[in-house]
Each structure stands twice: as structure tokens, then as C-alpha cells.
């Protein structure tokens, strides 16, 4: 079908012709090798025609035929070679969900034994069929307003949440879930072991940018502050230790000086590390401010 007033369209702020959030089709030839580059958001694969030999992580030579779908988290890598001649599409997700998708996605859990390929390869059932169907006629025809990719996304979630189980989504989603939890696991081991966001970063062998959007992810905001925040909550268990003089816990936290340690201990609490452990002795109450 043809879209009309294309020129409007194309001169409208909204129209994306190019953008890390939304959907995409993919069309494949016999034996072709195509990876998805899913470093911003996660992704979500249907396989509208064919079959494609596909590697997601750790799990490898995984086989996903028509009317299948599978989830791929953000920056986890990814490879698909198509056996015959297919088509995919592809939703990277916009996180802009609303309130109620947020809360139902937040209530799935993975629980019990690791997740396997034949639990979190799911089927294209005939009323997600008809929202792909439909998103494949706008891309198409050029359609390609963010409203619509969005709104798409929202009418996606509600199929998902209407006629799959909380079962199968747990396991659509596990992928996800399980890289979050692990990734959260090693920022709790390692954080007091490192003094930078770059340290950080090169520990987990993976870029600051990457290492930076992965942990906004996962902690709702930037490690820098993050990471203040952890050194603050340490200086302040240090100095509640009278045995724990200040220049030694300077250098334990990684303070180039006592007077940078000083300063960063009065923008923290509003006050020296002398005046903090004396309140902290006379068991005076006072706000934490970050």
C-alpha cells in the first residue's frame, strides 16, 4: 500500500529513518552470516520466514524456525546463519514502557533450575502474528513514525501479558534476568576494589561507555554517583572505628591526600572527619546528605 503525503512525513521531527529503539526487518539469502548489533537495547528476534542457525551467549547453534521468537538482552553478543532464504524482524526496545508493562515485567522472576533454549524459544501465537503482520505493512510502506514504533511496542506487551503465560515469559525473559543478576553479583564483589568508573570498566573487560550504560541499567543511575555514594557509606564505617586513624583510612579508600580526604568528607556530611567521629562518639543524630 502506498503512503500518502510522503514529503510530510519525511519533514516531520517524528519520522526516524535511522534509530537505536523500534522495529526493523531483515531479509536473509541462503547461508548468509548477520549480527545484530544490540549494544544500546535489548532486542527481541521474530523469525517471520525460514530458519536461522543462531548463537546468543553461551548458548550456541541454537535453531530458530518460522513463527518462533527470542529474547536478546542489551550488549550480549549474537550471530545467525540463515539455512534457506529468510526474513526476520526485529523490536529494539525503547525503555519509555509504561507504568503498568514496567510493573508486570518487574514481577517475573527466574527461579528454580538454569533456563534452556527450548524454554525461552517462544511461538509467534496468531495475535502477536497480526501485530507483526501490521508493523510489517508500515515498514513497508514507510511509516515510520516513532509514534508508531512505540505505540507498537505497547500493543506487543499487551498481547504478551494477554496470551502468554508468566511461566513462559519468565523464561522468554531469563536470558536477561540471569545476565542482570550476575552482572549486579559482580559489582557487589568488586566495587570496594577499585577507585574509578575506568577501573571499574577494565575489570569487567569492557569499555567505560559500555561498562557506564550497562550499570545504569541494572542500578537506576550513573556508577560514578554510585560509586560516591559506597565510598561514603565506607569512610563513615571506618570512622565509627576509633582504632582506624584518618590518614589510614585515607589511603585505604584510595584519597591521594588527607586534605583531599578531609574535603571529601565535609562535601558528604558537612563536616571534618574529626567532627564526624566526635558526633558519632557522643551518639549524636545527624542526616546522611548526598
Known sequence: MKLLYLNEHLSCLN?????????????????EVYRIDNSRSSCTLFMIEGEVIFDLGKYKGLRILQNQMV??????????????????????????VSVCDK??????SVRGKEQTA???????????????????????ARLLCKHMHLLKQQELLLVLKGFY?????????????????????????????????????????????????????CFGESPYKWMQKKRAEQMLEMICDPELSFQEISGRLGFSS??????????MYGMSPTQLREKIRNKQIFIIAF
Open 71 to 96: 529474547f536478546i538482552p542489551q550488549s550480549i553478543g549474537t550471530r545467525m546463519k540463515s539455512i534457506i532464504g529468510s526474513r526476520c524482524m526485529l523490536l529494539f526496545w525503547d525503555k519509555n
Open 258 to 267: 588527607p586534605s583531599h580526604f578531609t574535603a571529601y568528607c565535609r562535601r
Open 15 to 31: 519520522y526516524q529513518m535511522n534509530s537505536d529503539v523500534g522495529f526493523s526487518c531483515q531479509q536473509l539469502e541462503e547461508n
Open 103 to 108: 510493573l508486570f515485567l518487574g514481577s517475573l
Open 118 to 140: 527450548d524454554n525461552f524459544i517462544l511461538p509467534v501465537r496468531k495475535p502477536l502474528a497480526e501485530v507483526l503482520d501490521s508493523v510489517g505493512m508500515y515498514l513497508e
Open 165 to 217: 503465560t508468566k511461566k513462559e515469559l519468565t523464561a522468554f525473559f531469563s536470558a536477561s534476568t540471569g545476565i542482570r543478576q550476575r552482572f549486579e553479583k559482580f559489582v557487589m564483589e568488586n566495587y570496594k576494589k577499585v577507585n574509578s568508573v575506568k577501573e571499574f570498566a577494565d575489570l569487567y573487560y569492557v569499555s567505560e561507555r559500555s561498562f557506564s550504560r550497562k550499570f545504569h541499567s
